[in-house]
């Protein structure tokens, strides 16, 4: 058959490396898209002027645009047939990416184990990113509940990787190049709270909620030549579980990035993913709102132009967020669709 | 608090300067969308041949485009608590704007007002767009109904700046490079009528209707960066005055330029803005309409190639503009949403 | 009158030229939106350094979108009347594409037939896209029902020109570069299956659905300048004989194309146009698959890198393909929506 179909459970094999199609160059056409798409205000990723006296060569591309485009190359071979995104650990954007460059993944397996159904298994990647010369720029482990062919059909012996609770600090150091503190223009960048405002324990209310459309979430996701049907196919999806499209994660990740600019707006950088898990769908119509909260705070080695939080960022949907809706034991509060923890470089 | 609620009406001060965040490069990237979003016509804005044919270094940017993106910044210093953006008057477009150039925006406040109610109060900016240089691209007022935090509170004296009716097109001369008139194709223009064919006078109904649906205009209020939260918050919405999102005039604004073109094709640059309007609200699921008047025509000090047109161009609702809907005294005919007074260049 | 009515029927002259308005500088940011309305994953249109490898300066833009941008200028001067757009035959895409370059297109009269009714008549042009040195780079006939502005005018002679019912293989040659086909990486393509494997009369249902929405066809073509009322105008749609807008027949075009990926991967360009028909309009909210046929191979003279498949691609709207929804006779499946016949280039 000349159509992909989509690997199911029992077509991973651990260890094995997939290397992923349609390399994609990103340029500015991708970073305005972003921004129409999003909002985003930070200043580095939003002027190549600011970007420059900074320390950067020029504005480079959103974290998370070339996280989108990277992750969207692995769907065809991971996840076109996944029931779930189950979670994020261990992610690292390690360097800077710049309008032109030419993006490719590949990805290993490093866990599987079946489900106690035999319908679906999980399994585990590591993703990563890499650029014309097949350097990394960015690496990150993701787990998904995938569907079997053949419930009858066997598996492999379950191996769960041993995946860090979070990312360490002493790793990142790289990823932004040296910032010049003193050309760092709090105005223009749009707040004067620097690294050391911020406190462990803080929670920040980012206000703002944005609608979400059918057609936002559709260019968005094609943009990232995402190919996961669950997105794009209302006729297929009268008859799902939910009834109609569903909007994929990472959308809901940008959203929260860039409310997330309301309150944290010199955390120009996404360095490192802790862990990330997308708590419940969104679906077009809903409202996203967000809140953040700081969990520690670290110095990057040899570096005293910036230092990195460690964040917490929360996403709801129809609920703005003055009350920090949250989780309680294992349960959540029913309005909280994101929870993403994650390794921002800011000012010092 | 490190979150933003942006200004309230006792928070400007008569003569103060605001330098707003977020510069902005402002790419093909950014020319590609406004184009999907408007379906904008004009033949130097569109293509970088005809463009250096007529004397332009390359395609410049479309006026309202660099227009957006500079009021876009205002925004969250500004009007993020407004009730409403009252009007425009003694803009200039100064000088062509060329995608990869940045922009960033400043604003002084010329005038303050309270209502009676003393609940709100009327605040009066001049606003600019800067290159990365500092030097001014664009310069307009604005006023705008601001809330106060607290009814309560002392306002400063009334000063209400004094604003031209109109800008002297004796002014605008330098707004676009000398044009070579011999080389401006008609045909490629899309239109054989230059300045002399058109009289003081002269209405023209702009005959094409755009319907605007929610995740456009979104997109062209978050490429411009505008974080007005009235035009993004379905959620919130439900329980405003209005029940559901407003769209950002500057959308009404770029719609019914680019309606223009079927009739003033050839008036490729707008140079000033007189004065501007917002009579209505416009909706998602509305169709927009133009039409426009010839209020005058002046010659440009020094320049053979190209005069100007006072233009007074109209917008309507859901009512094709056959029969010119228009202002009786103080009224206006309940389709329209917008009143827009200003000199656009047009070759000879 | 200084708006354009559009030309009918009568104001046609066999043999004229007509030279259409509004060149366009087509960018990569325009690339980035055509990806990002139709998820298309051909890797030499994705990736400048994949591209590069292959034979070409740098990514093309895509056949599909020069054909948009090329085919949106002619409407003002061709279809601005037209009650329907009847077929497509004899295009040829005559060579790469790259961004920034200026497209304009003329079109000449080839044909003329007045309706039995005497109240329309079928007009046919060969529209040739062409670039800032005036070389053609993109030629096709298409006929158009277009409305009379009076029943009672005279009509010219009848004259239907004879047009190919395919395109010669043999002249497809210069279509693209030599491809360096040991460089040609099929895990980055997407598949492994190169021309070898494909057998005439094989069939190939695209799986995938992707539902639009009246933001994303709107969008679309406006980035083409298309003019056309019956896209955008939803007030003045109500009264006409669907009751809402209709799809731009390209955007099915587009969205075919790329739907089909995923079963023809390595059919990188599309080189020439057969025939082609929209058979019923699509409307916002519905959703298109397609299926495709291989109606016949052939090499290219001279080239031992590529060869040629002639492709019938099939769409329909809310039925997935898997039963192949087809034309029996003269009466097609409910279903069907487009039906393309297309030589394209894939790499042996």
């Given at each position: 058959?000349?159509t992909?179909?989509?690997?199911?459970?029992?077509?991973?094999?651990?260890?094995?490396?997939?290397r992923?199609?349609?390399?994609?160059?990103?340029?500015?056409?991708?970073?305005?898209?972003?921004?129409?798409?999003?909002?985003?205000?930070?200043?580095?990723?939003?002027?190549?002027?600011?970007?420059?006296?900074?320390?950067?060569?020029?504005?480079?591309?959103?974290?998370?645009?070339?996280?989108?485009?990277?992750?969207g190359?692995?769907?065809?071979?991971?996840?076109?047939?996944?029931?779930?995104?189950?979670?994020?650990?261990?992610?690292?954007?390690?360097?800077?990416?710049?309008?032109?460059?030419?993006?490719?993944?590949?990805?290993e397996?490093?866990g599987?184990?079946?489900?106690?159904?035999?319908?679906?298994?999980?399994?585990?990647?590591?993703?990563?990113?890499?650029?014309?010369?097949?350097?990394?720029?960015l690496?990150?482990?993701?787990?998904?509940?995938?569907?079997?062919?053949?419930?009858?059909?066997?598996?492999?012996?379950?191996?769960?990787?041993?995946?860090?609770?979070?990312?360490?600090?002493?790793?990142?150091?790289a990823?932004?190049?040296p910032?010049?503190?003193?050309?760092?223009?709090?105005?223009?960048?749009?707040?004067?709270?620097?690294?050391?405002?911020?406190?462990?324990?803080?929670?920040?209310?980012?206000?703002?909620?944005?609608?979400?459309?059918?057609?936002?979430?559709?260019?968005?996701?094609?943009l990232?030549?995402?190919?996961?049907?669950?997105h794009?196919?209302?006729?297929?999806?009268?008859?799902?579980?939910?009834?109609?499209r569903?909007?994929?994660?990472?959308?809901?990740?940008?959203?929260?990035?860039?409310?997330?600019?309301?309150?944290?707006?010199?955390?120009?950088?996404?360095?490192?993913?802790?862990?990330?898990?997308?708590?419940?769908?969104?679906?077009?119509?809903?409202?996203?709102?967000?809140?953040?909260?700081?969990l520690?705070?670290?110095?990057?080695?040899?570096?005293?132009?910036?230092?990195?939080?460690?964040?917490?960022?929360?996403?709801?949907?129809?609920?703005?967020?003055?009350a920090?809706?949250?989780?309680?034991?294992?349960?959540?509060?029913?309005?909280?669709?994101?929870?993403?923890?994650?390794?921002?470089?800011?000012?010092?």
């Amino acid at each position: 058959m000349k159509t992909d179909p989509g690997r199911f459970f029992e077509d991973f094999r651990l260890g094995e490396t997939l290397r992923h199609a349609t390399p994609r160059t990103v340029t500015t056409g991708d970073a305005a898209l972003y921004a129409a798409l999003y909002g985003t205000r930070f200043a580095e990723q939003s002027s190549d002027a600011f970007a420059r006296a900074a320390g950067y060569a020029r504005s480079p591309l959103d974290d998370w645009l070339v996280f989108h485009v990277v992750f969207g190359k692995t769907v065809p071979d991971i996840s076109l047939n996944a029931v779930a995104n189950l979670g994020y650990a261990d992610g690292r954007f390690l360097r800077p990416v710049y309008p032109g460059e030419t993006l490719s993944a590949v990805s290993e397996v490093i866990g599987l184990k079946e489900s106690s159904n035999r319908e679906t298994g999980i399994v585990y990647v590591r993703s990563t990113g890499v650029d014309a010369t097949g350097a990394p720029v960015l690496t990150y482990c993701r787990w998904v509940l995938v569907r079997k062919r053949d419930a009858a059909a066997l598996a492999p012996d379950a191996h769960v990787p041993d995946l860090p609770q979070a990312v360490e600090p002493t790793a990142l150091g790289a990823s932004c190049p040296p910032i010049d503190a003193a050309a760092y223009d709090p105005a223009l960048a749009g707040s004067r709270h620097r690294f050391g405002d911020y406190a462990v324990g803080e929670r920040i209310d980012h206000r703002d909620g944005m609608t979400v459309e059918e057609a936002e979430h559709q260019l968005a996701t094609r943009l990232y030549q995402n190919t996961a049907r669950v997105h794009f196919d209302a006729h297929a999806a009268k008859d799902s579980r939910f009834g109609r499209r569903l909007i994929y994660g990472g959308h809901v990740i940008s959203l929260a990035r860039a409310l997330s600019f309301n309150g944290l707006a010199n955390a120009f950088h996404v360095a490192a993913i802790n862990s990330g898990r997308h708590v419940a769908p969104l679906f077009a119509g809903d409202t996203v709102y967000a809140w953040s909260a700081i969990l520690a705070k670290a110095d990057l080695p040899g570096r005293s132009d910036v230092g990195t939080l460690r964040i917490r960022t929360v996403a709801a949907k129809n609920q703005p967020c003055a009350a920090f809706p949250d989780r309680t034991g294992k349960d959540y509060d029913p309005a909280v669709i994101l929870d993403l923890d994650y390794w921002a470089v800011m000012v010092r």
